[in-house]
């Protein structure tokens, strides 16, 4: 029980240090996980167990770099323009204090 949940603490630690990777670094994960998965299972089936290691070090590897190389950017976010004004503020006035109050100039 105890290995089991070490297990799935350290995958989890290991997954969240990917939280802040760019665009480019999270496809370049995709191909390398991609390749080495498929070069294990085709090393696997033609040479064994030797085979299914050395097809996923060379499939991850080559996965890795054509994912990252070829990963296009995504497309910028969409702001929106500020709302319009509805109407202009009013021109600043000039006034004059009077005993009756004030006056503009």
């Known amino acids: 029980m105890i290995k089991t949940m070490a297990i799935v603490a350290v995958a989890g630690l290991s997954l969240a240090g990917c939280a802040n990777n760019t665009y480019q670094q999270n496809e370049a994960l995709r191909g390398g996980a991609l390749g080495a998965g498929t070069g294990a299972i085709i090393g696997g089936l033609l040479g064994g167990g030797r085979g299914a290691l050395a097809g996923a070090a060379v499939g991850g590897a080559t ?3 054509v994912a990252g190389v070829n990963a296009a950017p995504p497309p910028p976010g969409y702001y929106a323009p500020p709302p319009p004004r509805y109407y202009e503020p009013p021109p ?4 004059v204090e009077t005993p009756r109050g ?3 100039c």
């Open 63 to 65: 996965g890795a770099t």
């Open 92 to 95: 600043p006035e000039c006034y």
């Open 102 to 104: 004030p006056r503009p």
